[in-house]
């Protein structure tokens, strides 16, 4: 809601040890490192690549801003940048009621102690978003619920130990105000303990990557798939979406390099004519402990069912 453009933000920025004020428009390539108040009093400093870097994938809620300067998902990159004197200022992305905004981080968020993930949402007005992470866009973690201002969420014993994660999800509670702001507004998104991309191990080296992924819609709503094969992998994990995100994807898995998708049972998958999907595909191997061991995943492919 836009009433709290009225009121001063929670947040007090700097740059390395100069203090600045909170209204300074700052740009992350500037600067080597963030520091801000949260709500709570507690002063922090990240990385700047700890802040989102790529818009995954935003749908907007109902009802949503029809402010147009508020529509554009990517003002809720980089760093904190809402200017409360100047209200025409495009500083944040309005979710709309039960609006969910996804996001790439530019390094890993790492369980440490304290909290882990912090959500900039403009002003003093208690907004509500309920918070997910993901390693992969395909498995995602609900690690709980931020209510205005500059929050954190602790992620410890939320997800796996030992794994990091990428990608953040947020979604509108639906509780919040409607008007011509309905919804959290998201200034910016960013990781505490974090890790950079060259120091995180992402697909075991002893397995290949999924190479020439091929996809074909040749008969009625049946898709078929073909990739090289992996040298010593086997199987294969195959993954699908009608999102480029790849939320709500399935998946399956198989000892072919090509062929027709499968469901868990075995049978042919039938595809909605006018739909694009997007695929992606893994190998695995199978450690001693009989654990499995996946690769990389391929380039995302797409095709539209004709047929």
Do not use: H
Not at 3 to 31: D, M, Q, S, Y
Not at 126 to 141: F, G, H, K, M, R
Not at 142 to 164: F, H, M, Q
Not at 268 to 277: A, I, N
């Amino acid at each position: 809601m836009r009433l709290k453009r009225l009121l001063a933000g929670a947040l007090v920025g700097a740059l390395t040890l100069t203090t600045i004020p909170a209204t300074e428009i700052i740009r992350a390539e500037e600067v080597e490192t963030y520091t801000f108040t949260d709500r709570k009093g507690v002063t922090v400093t990240v990385p700047v690549t700890a802040f989102a870097i790529r818009v995954v994938d935003f749908v907007p809620g109902d009802p949503w801003t029809t402010v147009e300067q508020n529509q554009d998902p990517e003002a809720a990159l980089g760093l904190p940048d809402f200017d409360q004197k100047d209200d025409t200022y495009k500083a944040d992305i309005t979710l709309g009621k039960k609006g969910v905004l996804t996001l790439e981080l530019g390094s890993y968020i790492d369980d440490r102690d304290g909290d882990d993930v912090y959500i900039f949402e403009d002003g003093p007005e208690v907004e509500s978003i309920y918070v997910a992470i993901s390693n992969d866009l395909e498995t995602w973690y609900e690690i709980g619920r931020v209510e205005g201002a500059t929050a954190g969420l602790d992620i410890n014993g939320k997800v796996p130990e030992g794994d990091v994660f990428k990608y953040v999800r947020l979604t509108d509670t639906g509780e919040n105000g409607g008007g011509t702001y309905a919804g959290a507004d998201i200034d910016a998104v960013c990781g505490l303990n974090t890790i950079e991309e060259d120091a995180v191990d992402i697909g075991d080296d002893d397995v290949g990557q999924v190479m020439n992924v091929k996809l074909v819609n040749k008969k009625v709503k049946r898709m078929y798939i073909s990739y090289d094969p992996v040298e010593d992998a086997e199987g294969y994990e195959i993954q699908y979406s009608n999102s480029s995100s790849m939320d709500n994807s399935k998946a399956f898995k198989t000892k072919a390099v090509k062929g027709y998708f499968k469901n868990a049972k075995g049978k042919k998958v039938s595809f909605m004519k006018g739909k694009t999907y997007y695929v992606r595909v893994r190998a695995f191997i199978t450690d001693e402990d009989g654990e499995r061991i996946f690769g990389e995943w391929s380039d995302t492919q797409n095709v539209t069912i004709t047929k």
